[in-house]
């Protein structure tokens, strides 16, 4: 079992940056291939990123792809999502979430974070 915990987000202009982390409890973090995903008020939970086990693996969704990095840090037990050049649309709840598999789908990751709000003005 593993229990996880958000921060970092908060009310950004357009084209600034933030990081997101996310805290694991537990001894086993590193044996979780981690996920970041997002809801927008009104949509579906969709992916953002994700990185394996060892970090040696990561994935983006397009619309993230070259704004965004995900890393993760065993010895502390976070994941981080810098997020750069934010944009009106990525304005949603962000969570972090813990699978054994991975993937781009939400339904593959079994923990998941409260969430945090990332709201980016115009």
């Known amino acids: 079992q593993v229990q996880l915990v958000e921060s970092g987000g908060r009310l950004v202009q357009a084209g600034g940056s933030l990081r997101l982390s996310c805290a694991a409890s537990?001894?086993?973090?590193?044996?979780?291939?981690m996920g970041w995903f997002r809801q927008a008020p009104g949509k579906e939970r969709e992916f953002v990123s994700r990185?394996?086990?060892?970090?040696?693996?990561?994935a983006y969704a397009d619309s993230v792809k070259g704004r965004f990095t995900i890393s993760r840090d065993n010895a502390k037990n976070t994941v981080y999502l810098q997020m750069n050049s934010l944009k009106p649309e990525d304005t949603a709840v962000y969570y972090c979430?813990?699978?054994?598999?991975?993937?781009?789908?939400?339904?593959?990751?079994?923990?998941w974070g409260q969430g945090t709000q990332v709201t980016v003005s115009s």
């Open positions: 979430a813990a699978s054994t598999w991975g993937g781009t789908i939400a339904t593959l990751y079994k923990h």
């Open positions: 537990g001894r086993t973090f590193s044996s979780y291939a």
């Open positions: 990185i394996s086990q060892t970090g040696d693996s990561t």
